[in-house]
């Protein structure tokens, strides 16, 4: 059974079209990624599964039952807001309880339910503290506790981690997807940030302006970008895209190579050394193409090189929709290499 389904939902603000047609589903004990640049709709859409905004047109249904005009209590799932929204008076446990004493739930299942919630989100030794009393990370776990211990089947994130450093995104990402899979939730999850989509989703719906613009699994989003603000949007650095005749030709910066002698001659404008490896920034024909290299580029800012790249790492698009094209050299090469040629 699908946890979450929309069928042409939109909402309008006056004359704008906030979410505009939006069909999806999120299958039970998926973790599907809302991703997209600010004002795509990511977050209008969120709140729309969780019945702080009613539907204009569409229907949602949660669990196979039709929610689209109730209200958030009524649709039993659990909510992480950006803010971690605590109550600065209260202590964690108090923070972690309170839906389930607004709700009645007795006293000792109350104490059972923390103790649980607690050790799962490793906040046992934390309980008596209060809010001002702890890290950042550790307030996201307060957040977390408090919609674990709803036992709703399904849990909506919204920009979760973004009041985090980068080291503790990377360690909350791990833990929420683990966290994720090990209760079985079906989780919804808004981000602005490709590198917590493609790590942590099972599906990734990326949003423009309203509207879906790609649905599918990290790995097609990054190898197979359906348009060219896809291939932009998905990819650290983004997929290179360089107009050529009547095709925009897209090639990730890891498939290029500097190879002395090759037909496309560009020019170095800088060099990231990141360890592992290196982003060496060129201009071609006055548009800009970035290559991934391993280890430390000895390449210079201000000479020329040349750079080559294999027929079948090239991406089409129509340069006026921007829409994918089949690449008929890429086809090729993968049926010689079938037949052993």
């Given at each position: 059974m699908?946890?979450?389904?929309?069928?042409?939902?939109?909402?309008?603000?006056?004359?704008?079209?906030?979410v505009?047609?939006?069909?999806?589903?999120?299958?039970?004990?998926?973790?599907?990624?809302?991703?997209?640049?600010?004002?795509?709709?990511?977050?209008?859409?969120?709140?729309?599964?969780?019945?702080?905004?009613?539907a204009d047109a569409g229907r949602i249904t949660i669990g196979g039952a039709d929610v689209t005009h109730l209200g958030p209590a009524?649709?039993?799932?659990?909510?992480?807001?950006?803010?971690?929204a605590l109550f600065p008076h209260l202590s964690v446990a108090e923070n972690i309880v309170f839906g389930l004493r607004v709700r009645r739930v007795s006293r000792v299942e109350r104490d059972e339910r923390l103790k649980r919630v607690a050790d799962i989100v490793g906040l046992s030794h934390l309980l008596e503290r209060k809010p001002?009393?702890?890290?950042?990370?550790?307030?996201?776990?307060v957040a977390l506790g408090r919609a674990i211990i709803a036992e709703a089947r399904v849990c909506l994130m919204d920009e979760p981690l973004s009041n985090l450093d980068a080291?503790?995104?990377?360690?909350?990402?791990?833990?929420?997807r683990a966290l994720q899979q090990r209760l079985g939730m079906t989780m919804v999850y808004v981000t602005h940030d490709q590198t917590e989509a493609m790590t942590m989703a099972d599906r990734v719906v990326l949003m423009r302006d309203g509207r879906i613009e790609q649905n599918g699994t990290p790995e097609e989003l990054y190898?197979?970008?359906?348009?060219?603000f896809t291939a932009r949007f998905v990819g650290t650095p983004p997929m290179n895209l360089v107009r050529q005749g009547d095709r925009l030709i897209g090639v990730r910066p890891e498939h290029i190579r500097i190879v002395s002698g090759a037909d496309h001659v560009v020019r170095v404008k800088a060099v990231e050394h990141l360890g592992a490896d290196s982003i060496v920034l060129c201009e071609f024909d006055g548009q800009s193409i970035s290559v991934r290299l391993d280890g430390f580029s000895k390449a210079h800012p201000g000479e020329d090189i040349t750079i080559a790249w294999e027929a079948r790492h090239e991406h089409w698009f129509n340069p006026t929709s921007e829409a994918r094209l089949e690449n008929e050299n890429a086809i090729k090469a993968d049926r010689l290499a079938s037949l052993g040629q």
């Open positions: 699908s946890a979450i389904t929309m069928s042409h939902v939109s909402k309008c603000w006056g004359p704008m079209r906030a505009d047609d939006v069909s999806l589903t999120a299958d039970e004990g998926s973790l599907l990624v809302l991703l997209g640049p600010s004002g795509c709709g990511k977050s209008t859409t969120l709140r729309l599964i969780a019945g702080l905004e009613e009524q649709r039993k799932i659990s909510m992480v807001f950006q803010s971690y001002s009393q702890l890290s950042g990370g550790q307030r996201q776990r080291k503790l995104r990377h360690e909350m990402r791990t833990e929420i190898n197979r970008p359906a348009t060219a």
